[in-house]
């Protein structure tokens, strides 16, 4: 197998077999289930996954571990090994429902996850490894310094769990830092209830994380933002019960939409 790996594409590979077989168990794999592996690297994920019946398509974007993989589709009529760029893919137009199983590269995890999280409806669970500070921002809870814009937009449509943190030495080469799996599966409804308001909330959660030392009051006085403009900050956050010595990282996400609900309201009175 070839084993020289390219840095800027982040390649550790997994080869612990315990481990890949608990990544398939916490993926629940079952037989004709389509799964979409992002970084399929020497395979031995890819593995474990068809070895299960399942209906597997495997992204790999270093050419020189294309040959290999290639052998392995052509023993196995439920794999398709693809070619390329897995943060250009088009995630929506991927059938219904599809598991995401990965070891994802860490220059493109949280592009990746930040990007089918826009997809519940099609990606009924996401299993994948990237790094543990990167689990740890996904995770986080309200008031920590993990916490953060990252945070809100996966947790907005997906519930989410650490499931496992894994050492440097399960890898080849060890990375410097440690990873973790973790799990995400799609809400019922969305987290908070801001009907089409979507795309303006996420801006709003962006400007309020712009400098994280920052007081969120500070954060909006300084943001460009369009729907900000001309808005009595310290009124504003008075009549939401924020105080305005707060960052946002005490903020939870209903105090967001509640934010953003009195923004539309001051907006819609000038």
């Known amino acids: 197998m070839y084993k020289k790996t390219i840095k800027k594409l982040g390649q550790h590979f997994l080869n612990d077999e315990s481990l890949l077989h608990e990544i398939c168990y916490f993926g629940d794999v079952k037989q ?3 799964i979409l592996e992002i ?3 020497e395979g031995a994920l890819t593995k474990k996954l068809i070895q299960t019946g399942a209906k597997v398509k495997a992204i790999e974007i270093d050419n020189k571990l294309i040959p290999n993989l290639k052998k392995l589709e052509d023993r196995w009529p439920n794999l398709e ?3 390329g760029d897995a943060t250009k893919l088009n995630f929506k ?3 219904t429902p599809t598991k995401i199983i990965s070891n994802l590269p860490y220059q493109i995890g949280t592009k990746i996850i930040s990007e089918v999280c ?5 990606f009924n669970l996401i299993v994948v490894m990237v790094q543990l500070e990167v689990a740890n921002r996904i995770t986080a809870k309200p008031g920590g310094k993990e916490y953060g814009s990252l945070t809100l937009w996966t947790q907005h449509r997906f519930e989410n769990k650490l499931l496992k943190v894994v050492p440097p030495e399960m890898f080849s ?3 410097k830092v440690e990873s973790a799996i973790i799990r995400l599966k799609p809400r019922k409804t969305p987290l908070v209830k801001i009907s089409n308001y979507e795309d303006i909330y996420f801006k709003l959660i962006k ?4 400098h994280r030392r920052k007081t969120l009051l500070n954060n909006l006085k300084n943001s460009n933002l369009s729907f900000l403009t001309n808005l009595n900050f310290e009124e504003l956050l008075e009549s939401v019960d924020i105080a305005k010595n707060l960052r946002a990282e005490v903020l939870t996400a209903e105090d967001f939409a509640i934010l953003l609900k009195m923004i539309i309201k001051k907006n819609d009175e000038k």
């Open 81 to 83: 090994i693809v070619s």
């Open 32 to 34: 004709e289930e389509k």
């Open 39 to 41: 970084g399929a690297g």
């Open 118 to 122: 826009k997809y519940p409806e099609v």
């Open 93 to 95: 137009d991927f059938s």
């Open 173 to 175: 080469p060890p990375p």
């Open 207 to 210: 400007a309020s994380f712009a």
